[in-house]
């Protein structure tokens, strides 16, 4: 694989491309199953707004392809925008293709995006947001800790369903061999 922002055991992090941006990529983002636990699902996208969506993404933080060991486009992953005062920023995530889902993907991207952040960019908190429970699985298992809850602040399948917020801090991260090269 050419270019790499990130390298792992089985996930590679690379810049995306307006070349990723092709049919299947748009179909993720029009997948109800995929965005499920989307701010976007609601509303379909096109090839255009997925390429605003990454020079948007792009000028305040960066959109990462999550590519498997083969070089397959599986997932994104975006930071930003940082707050360089506090020295912290927000992280979204989406493994778009279904056949790769459960393989460990969003975990290992997750380790490898706070490597980068707290060890290159010498980030103190990472943070995100999520109502997706195999999200919170992934995460709890490499050290996010749970620090509250929107109460009922997102409605799917006609039910509220609370937000839970989780974050990392620099101090709490640690090196994990079996997501390293």
Known sequence: MGLYFSKGKNVVLRPLLSRDITEDYISWFNDPEVNMYSRRRLFPTNEWQAKDYLLQGQADGAILAICNNEGKHVGNIKF?????????????????????????????????????????????????????????????????????????????????????????????????AEFEP
């Open 80 to 176: 930003g925008p940082i707050n360089w005062v506090h020295r912290s920023t927000e992280i979204m995530i989406i493994i778009g293709d279904k056949k790769e889902w459960g393989k460990g993907y969003a975990r290992e991207a997750m380790y490898l995006i706070a490597k980068h952040l707290f060890n290159v960019l010498g980030l103190h908190r990472i943070e995100a947001g999520t109502v997706n429970p195999a999200f919170l699985t992934a995460v709890e298992k490499i050290g996010w800790k749970r620090e509250g809850t929107f109460r009922e602040a997102y409605f799917l399948n006609g039910k509220f369903k609370d937000i839970v917020k989780v974050s990392l801090l620099h101090h709490e991260f640690i090196e994990r």
